[in-house]
């Protein structure tokens, strides 16, 4: 279940990420923050942490309000297990459908999506599904191996060395079964001495950190650049 290491230490979107380059609209029925040319025909759904480098690379970024306005927030009265029943990843999966479908009157022909923690579950099952063209995972949470052997689509997952959600050994499991799917592409790291939550989550005063963060991100943007572009 995703953990307390997701809802700590949030990003300084005007430090190095954000920077408020992109506006909330509306999209597919949700609230969704837009960045990056409108013109462009290929889109990142990013679940559902936002930085507006992805839209620096040329992608149309969307970024839908999938909690619809609850996010959990660190220190709140309501336990996570309670907060996590209104909340679930299937319901994100189906909320996702409308967005893609807006995306594509658009003119966006080829979708990447980037599930973070409880997203990562989201984006697993579009791309069990073929709804998008390209998926990263960044320290998931609810992914299971079975998941792995659905996937239809070039899928990147990017985790954390220290992570009860997806330790090591379960990302290892990961990448054996896409070992044995050759028809889809994979890649799969473990980037030592980082936590769960790390790729977003980061002190930005620890140069470990920021260095593993920013790698993460480059490895993301390579893997939508490769599939999308």
């Known amino acids: 279940m995703s953990g307390h290491e997701c809802c700590e230490n949030p990003p300084n979107y005007?430090?190095?990420?954000?920077?408020g380059a992109g506006h909330v609209q509306q999209l597919g029925g949700?609230?969704?923050?837009?960045?990056?040319?409108?013109?462009?025909?290929?889109?990142?759904?990013?679940v559902s942490d936002v930085f507006d480098k992805v839209a620096e690379a040329g992608f149309y970024v969307v970024v839908p309000d999938f909690l619809?306005?609850?996010?959990?927030?660190?220190?709140?009265?309501?336990?996570?297990?309670?907060?996590?029943?209104?909340?679930?990843?299937?319901?994100g999966f189906e909320d996702a459908k409308p967005v893609i479908e807006a995306l594509k009157s658009k003119g966006v022909t080829k979708i990447g999506a980037a599930g973070f923690c409880w997203g990562a579950k989201v984006v697993v099952e579009l791309a069990k599904y073929a709804y998008i063209q390209a998926a990263v995972l960044l320290h998931p949470s609810f992914v299971a191996v079975d998941d792995m052997h659905a996937v239809k689509v070039p899928i990147s997952i990017l985790g954390a060395?220290?992570?009860?959600?997806?330790?090591?050994?379960?990302?290892?499991?990961?990448?054996?079964?896409?070992?044995?799917?050759?028809?889809?592409?994979?890649?799969?790291?473990?980037?030592p001495g980082v936590t769960h939550g790390w790729s977003v989550r980061y002190d930005d005063e620890d140069e470990l950190a920021v260095k593993s963060a920013e790698e993460s991100h480059q490895d993301m943007l390579g893997w939508f650049e490769k599939h999308l572009k």
């Open 161 to 191: 060395e220290i992570d009860r959600r997806s330790p090591p050994e379960l990302v290892k499991q990961f990448e054996m079964a896409l070992n044995a799917k050759p028809e889809v592409d994979a890649f799969v790291k473990i980037f």
């Open 68 to 91: 619809r306005g609850d996010p959990r927030i660190p220190n709140d009265e309501k336990p996570l297990e309670v907060w996590i029943i209104d909340h679930g990843p299937d319901q």
């Open 30 to 46: 949700f609230n969704c923050y837009l960045s990056g040319p409108v013109d462009s025909t290929q889109a990142v759904i990013l």
């Open 14 to 19: 005007l430090s190095g990420g954000g920077g």
